[in-house]
């Protein structure tokens, strides 16, 4: 098949690991499909790029105006920093528009990544009739209840996609209810992981009994990922157990600051943001991965630690809760709540071989649902066989 992927978060450079799942997922398709992939410029990234599969990151600003996209927290984020930002989002909304529409009557369907590029795509694939797939992956849903421009997006692109997925069944659910969706029309088709971080899991062994305990979360330094909270959790925990921060974003000063005025200098490492090919190796390397998100769709990178067979302690919410078992795959704490938090860190620091065997069941558990990037094509795979033989209407 022919596949234009449209979407506002790629790595267009080998240090941006912003939408690095969406680019796993387009590196499968392409091993035996036709894949373009339509993204925003990033400073002067930009052009087309003869990769696997094939990039297109198109201008929409002067250079230095190029930072909307691909930057941790990706548009909200930008927007947040600096709401003179606001006034580059027109012309980058008519530059997708304008290459969408221009590219996707000669492909056989259009996958678009988020609400904003499946709205967009959505009217220029109605005037080319091109079937349109989007994907769903929580922010977008989210952020519609709290912004009359984000709603439009996300109803404009429902309405106008082929089929809609979901990246968690919860997502789908509030779809349907907040929506009135019909049922057929989202589907829910987790990511995957890379074999990476498999080899890891299938490698684990319990590791021999130290002092030292170390925790380790991964995201974007921005408000909703709560990483302050992990910080100030660490003031009531045992001086051997220390954190490791990986991520960049406009909290990264703040942050920073707070472990200096906290006097945890000596035992939190912020790494800042690392190539994608180094994430199996860090998460390996520590034996906690926390996550205290205050909301997630389905945070991939849950996936990734409990494919390398990492204890995981997160906080509950929706997206975590379907991913972990709790007690057995690893551990929900309330949102916010620093007891809880604090008491399951020293309950695994307490008894080592808990750490272990909640590996252990968090990797067979991946191997069992078969979380694997070759799974999710066959899946969108599926559904853009049936949108191009249906005209965009099954």
Partial sequence: MKILCVTSSYPVLSNISSGIFVKRLMEVFSEDNDVLVVTP???NVSGEFDKNPK????????????????????????????????LIVPALLVSLFWHVLKRSRYYDTVHANWAVCG???????????????????GDDVNSA???????????????????????SDDLRKQLIKDFRFPVDKVVTIP??????????GENSKARVTTQKLTLITIGSLIPRKN????????VRLPDHICLKIVGDGREMESLVRLAKDLRLEERIEFLGSQTPDLIPDLIDDSDIFVLCSLSEGRANVIYEAMACGRAIIASDIPG????IADGHTGFLFPVNSQKDFVGLVRRLDEKRSLIYSTGANAYRSILKNKLTWQVTKEKYMDIFHKATVFGGEY
């Fill in 41 to 43: 410029a990033y400073k």
């Fill in 55 to 86: 990039v297109l990151a198109f201008r929409y600003a002067i250079e230095k105006l190029q930072v909307l996209c691909h930057s941790s927290g990706g548009i909200p984020a930008q927007l947040k920093a600096d709401k003179r930002f606001i």
């Fill in 119 to 137: 709205a967009v795509s959505g009217v220029a694939c109605w005037i080319t009739k091109t079937p349109l797939v989007t994907t769903l992956r």
């Fill in 145 to 167: 209840a709290l912004s009359l421009a984000n709603r439009l997006f996300l109803k404009v692109a429902i309405n106008l996609s082929s089929k809609i997925v979901t990246v």
């Fill in 191 to 200: 990511n995957g992981v890379d074999a990476a971080f498999l080899e890891k």
């Fill in 227 to 234: 990483i302050k909270f992990v910080i100030e959790s660490l």
């Fill in 320 to 323: 975590a809760r379907e991913q």
